[in-house]
């Protein structure tokens, strides 16, 4: 069993994580082999997700991925549960651990880590272009985190977030989104 984890993951880095995007021809079966990869290694993943190449998921892989989720390219995801209709732009990094800084008299690079629950992003979720999400966070049903956020704490239900550290800046309104659609 073992083995055939550690070859799934072998094989989606060396060739699905390269394999040409979804937009290209016939893209759509290199998401779907990547999606396919990922199940060996372990990870749950729902219906219709579209994986992008490049996304690093670690060697020991440890996420949930809920239905028509889209993960785009160069992301970075670390001990995820993610919910359905999760939207991640390119470059996003979602973290489960930090550094040990603790002790003044031993380098930090020797403290070891710390590490943390799931990051949990519930459904209907948007991560926006090369946001940092840090360990242990909740992000909850219908937020959005601007680009080049960082997220330090937990995002509260339709909040849409910002900035570094990302902060509240407005919530969604189902008035507003009624008349858009």
Partial sequence: ????????????????????????????LFSCFRVWLLRGA????GSRCEIEPNIYVG?????????RCQINS???????????DVMIAPGV??????HNFASLSKPMSMQGVKKFKSVIIEDDVWIG???????????AYGAIV???????????????????PAKIIRYR???ELAKIV
């Avoid at 372990?42 to 993943?45: A, D, E, I, T």
């Avoid at 990094?93 to 930090?98: F, S, T």
């Fill in 1 to 28: 069993m073992k083995i055939l984890t550690y070859a799934s993951i072998a094989i989606y880095y060396l060739i699905g994580s390269r394999a040409p995007r979804t937009f290209w021809p016939g893209g759509i």
């Fill in 42 to 45: 372990g990870c749950k993943v």
């Fill in 59 to 67: 060697l020991r892989p440890k996420l949930a991925i809920g239905d």
């Fill in 74 to 84: 160069n992301a970075e995801l670390h001990n995820v549960v993610m919910g359905a």
């Fill in 93 to 98: 990094v979602i973290l489960d651990r930090q």
């Fill in 129 to 139: 272009q090369n946001a940092i999400v840090m360990p242990g966070i909740r992000i």
């Fill in 146 to 164: 601007g680009a080049g956020s960082v997220v330090t704490k937990d995002v509260p239900k339709n909040a849409i977030v910002a900035g570094v």
């Fill in 173 to 175: 309104d189902a008035n």
